[in-house]
């Protein structure tokens, strides 16, 4: 199933790496309250400004961006979960 984003919104994939600590314990980075780091599947089309004219998103498919924690609405398709998220809670595209 191909989804594509409407407006602004991007969908990305997070990355989880688990962090193990010295007592053995490991913690997710699911868990933590830092930024995650998310790979960018689909852009949509961009924002409309006043004039109605699409700006285009900065953020492109392969990019690997930070997102916040809890931004975002999940959803799973065809097993993988996935955030669709808007373009304004990204943090940062990490170069």
Request: charged content about 35%; hydrophobic content about 35%.
């Amino acid at each position: 199933m191909k989804v594509r984003p409407l407006s602004d919104r991007i969908m990305v994939k997070r990355i989880d790496e688990a962090e193990q600590v010295k007592g053995g314990i490991i913690i997710p980075d699911t868990a933590k309250e830092t930024p995650q780091e998310a790979e960018v599947v689909s852009v949509g089309p961009g924002k409309r400004n006043k004039n109605g004219d699409v700006i285009a998103s900065e953020v492109k498919v392969g990019e690997k961006v930070l997102i916040g924690k809890y931004g975002g609405t999940e959803i799973e398709i065809e097993g993988t979960e996935y955030v669709i998220v808007n373009e304004d809670d990204i943090l940062a595209i990490i170069q």
